[in-house]
C-alpha cells in the first residue's frame, strides 16, 4: 500500500509544485521536517471549521487508501478520529485529535500515508482567523522520526500533497466543490 501512496504522491508533486503560491518547506532535516500552507477562504471561522471538519466532502480521494474519500471522517473533538472505512473492520486510523478549539484551532497527532510505516510521529495544526471578509485558514504539518530515507526528502513531498488539500479545502469552501478549476495548474 505505501509505494502506492507515493507514486500518488509523486505524482501530485509534479501537478502542483507550481501552482500554489503559498506554501512552503518551512524547516527540513534528515530526523524531521515542517511544512506550512494557508488558504483565504470568504467564510467566518465558525463556517470554515464545519467545512474543515467535514473532511470526506473535500479530501482528495486519490490521497485515501480506499480510493474513496467519502470513506474518511474526521471527529473534531479531543480524543476523535480522523479515520478512514475500509470495508467491515478494515480499515485505517491516520491521526488522532489531541487538540480543539472550535472556530479557532484543530491540532491532530500521527504520521500521514506512506509515513505511518516508518517509526514517524507527526503534529497537524489547524488554525483559522479573521481576515478581510472571512477566514485563513493556516495549516502546519511537524514530522520527525527514522524512515526508508532522510525526512528532508520527503518534505518536498508531504508539502505538495499537503497543499493540493489545501487548495480543496479552499474550493469546498469557496464553492461547494473541491475539483479542480481550468485555472489551478495555470502558471503565473
Sequence with gaps: MSRQWLVRMLTCLMMASTAVAQAEVVRSAETGFTVNQTVNVTMPPTAAWSALSDIGRWWDPEQSYSG??????????????????????????HMRVIA????????????????????ITGNLTWTIEVAGGGSRI?????????????????????????????????????TGNPGETKNDNKRD
Aim: with cysteine; net charge positive; proline share 6%.
Design 68 to 93: 474513496d474519500a467519502r470513506n474518511m471522517t474526521l471527529e473534531p473533538y479531543v480524543g476523535g478520529c480522523f479515520c478512514e472505512k475500509m470495508g467491515m473492520y478494515a480499515g485505517v486510523q
Design 100 to 119: 480543539a478549539q472550535p472556530g479557532k484551532m484543530l491540532r491532530l497527532t500521527g504520521a500521514l500515508g506512506p509515513l505511518q510505516e516508518f517509526a
Design 138 to 174: 493556516n495549516m502546519v504539518y511537524t514530522a520527525s522520526g527514522y524512515a526508508d530515507r532522510p525526512l528532508s526528502q520527503w518534505a518536498p513531498i508531504v508539502d505538495s500533497v499537503l497543499a493540493s488539500l489545501m487548495q480543496r479545502l479552499g474550493r469546498f469552501i469557496s
